[in-house]
Every structure is written in structure tokens, then in C-alpha cells.
């Protein structure tokens, strides 16, 4: 398959460690922000979100964590498994309809 | 909920030709929007509908680009004398307010490549 992000950061985790994945955000005035997984060939998948008003949420091996004093989110994966390997990409909801994507992380999980 | 699909998922065209995609959102979505994805980048925003109305459409839009969404449902993608540069690959996404926002949710994806 394709492969997406050819030239991006990239995180490599040995499998069972965790993961931390961070984004700088652009508008001080977003206020709620998804983070998005990408497999090779395939549209990005929906894993968590964030409200401004929370610092942190967690889902089943995710957790995301809000900065909004300097404009930073990070998506935490607890015990990355192979299946993990992907880019992960950022977006911020701004304004009334908008979603602005960071740069993605492509991340490796090595055996 | 059967998520939101893509159709065809691969095109390939002659420069000159042109080309149209399709695009069914979550049923219950009345956002719908149509982004643009290179190698190496995130997407990009490309145009907007809220039910049937096109609500923006970007700047990277050409006039060979068009965009329907007909009775507030599915969606199409037209380009016009497709160019090299139009290869990439073409997402639709749908949302709807849910929880804590605008959950949107991507479909597969057609990847046009114009040789």
C-alpha cells in the first residue's frame, strides 16, 4: 500500500512501552481538538477527543493531555502494540465549523 | 452507523480528463466536508457543506473544481481537466455534535493519480 507521511517525525517504541505523541496547536481559541490515527493507503480514524475545558481524557489505552497555556496536546498509548503503527495527526476545531491538522508523527513499534 | 464511505477508492485518469467522486456520510451527519492529502502532509481543508448549502470553499478550490451535495446527503467531487498536480488523495468526512463537539469522522479515501 501507500505509504502516508514519507518525510514525517517519527516516534519508535519498543512494543509493550508507551507512547507519547505531541502536537502544538495554532489558535488560542480553539476549543475542542481530535486526535486522528492513519494507516498506510487509508483515511484517518477518529481515537479520542478533547474539550479546552478538561486537561485530560482518557479512553481505552489513550490518554490526551490539553496545555492550553502554551498551546500543546499530547496522545499517550499505553503498552503500544504493533497495531499502533501509524502517523497520528492533531486537529483543532476553530471557529464555527473548521478543523486545522498539525503535523502528523509517524510512529514505529518495534518487535 | 456504517461510517462514512468513498467511491471509487482508486482512479487513474489522463491529464485533461475528467473526473468525479462520490462521497455518502454518516446518515445522521448534516456536515460534510471534502479534503485534499499529499505524502507527508496532514489534510487539507477543501470545501464545506452544512446540509445542501457549500458553505466555503478554500482557496486551493480551483474554478476546475466542483462540489455538490444535492439533497443534504451525499456529495461529489468534480475536477475538471485534471492537471498532474491534482494527484492526491481526496477524503470526505462527515460530523455531527456529539459529547464534546463536532465529533468527524474520514472516509477510505480516493486516491487520483493523473498521469
Not at chain 1, 509493550?16 to 480553539?30: F, L
Not at chain 1, 475542542?32 to 475545558?53: A, L, M, T, V
Not at chain 2, 487539507?44 to 482557496?59: D, H, P, V
Not at chain 2, 459529547?99 to 480516493?110: S, V
Request: glycine letters at 8%.
Amino acid at each position: 500500500g501507500e505509504s502516508v507521511g514519507l518525510h514525517l517525525p517519527t516516534l519508535s517504541v519498543q512494543e509493550g512501552d508507551n507512547s507519547i505523541i505531541n502536537c502544538a496547536y495554532s489558535n488560542s481559541a480553539s476549543d475542542y481538538f481530535i486526535w486522528y490515527k492513519q494507516e498506510s493507503g487509508k483515511g484517518p480514524q477518529f481515537i479520542i477527543d478533547i474539550r479546552s475545558n478538561m486537561d485530560k481524557r482518557q479512553g481505552q489505552r489513550v490518554t490526551v493531555l490539553l496545555n492550553k497555556t502554551v498551546k500543546h496536546l499530547s496522545l499517550q498509548i499505553a503498552a503500544t502494540q504493533p497495531g499502533d503503527s501509524a502517523v497520528y495527526f492533531c486537529a483543532e476545531f476553530s471557529g464555527t465549523y473548521k478543523y486545522i491538522f498539525g503535523t502528523g508523527t509517524r510512529l514505529k513499534v518495534l518487535a | 452507523d456504517t461510517g462514512v464511505s468513498q467511491d471509487p477508492r482508486h482512479k487513474i485518469t489522463k491529464r485533461g480528463q475528467n473526473v468525479t467522486f462520490r462521497c455518502d456520510p454518516i446518515s445522521e451527519h448534516n456536515r460534510l466536508y471534502w479534503y485534499r492529502q499529499t505524502l507527508g502532509q496532514g489534510p487539507e481543508f477543501l470545501t464545506y457543506f452544512q446540509n445542501e448549502a457549500q458553505l466555503e470553499k478554500s482557496r486551493l478550490l480551483s474554478d476546475r473544481f466542483s462540489a455538490e451535495r444535492p439533497k443534504g446527503s451525499f456529495s461529489t467531487l468534480e475536477i475538471q481537466r485534471t492537471e498532474q498536480g491534482d494527484s492526491a488523495m481526496y477524503l470526505c468526512a462527515s460530523s455531527l455534535f456529539r459529547g464534546l463537539g463536532y465529533e468527524q469522522y474520514f472516509g477510505p479515501g480516493t486516491r487520483l493519480t493523473v498521469t
